[in-house]
Nanobody, 116 residues
Framework: QLHLVESGGGLVQPGGSLRLSCADS?????????VKWYRQSPGEQRELVAG???????DYAHFARDRFTISRDPAKKTVYLQMDNLKPEDTATYYC?????????WGQGTQVTVSP
């Protein structure tokens, strides 16, 4: 069973960058999991931001395609979401999820606020 922990959120000005991290608190490798980043703003539904398959495939929501990059560091057992050129509308709580054999695990989320 995974206990995902996200980190790296914070307050950033428009045009700035943040790198979010997702790892298991017990240092379980995520190599075999499909890992996805989602976000949710107050009053809104949770939406997919980016995904990383265990085989190396990646996919992005349309709003993330040119600004965000999902990547893995197997040695650190961590999945990252590099976010560049952030906009106020990117303000949300960002969650990572990991899926394997029909089981989905979620982290607690990390807050990203983009504001002047």
């Amino acid at each position: 069973q995974l206990h995902l922990v996200e980190s790296g959120g914070g307050l950033v000005q428009p045009g700035g960058s943040l790198r979010l991290s997702c790892a298991d608190s017990k240092a379980t490798s995520l190599s075999f999991y499909t890992v996805k980043w989602y976000r949710q703003s107050p009053g809104e539904q949770r939406e997919l931001v980016a995904g990383s398959g265990s085989g190396g495939s990646t996919d992005y929501a349309h709003f993330a395609r040119d600004r965000f990059t999902i990547s893995r560091d197997p040695a650190k057992k961590t999945v990252y979401l590099q976010m560049d050129n952030l906009k106020p509308e990117d303000t949300a709580t960002y969650y990572c999820s990991a899926v394997l054999r029909g089981f989905t695990y979620w982290g607690q989320g990390t807050q990203v606020t983009v504001s002047p």
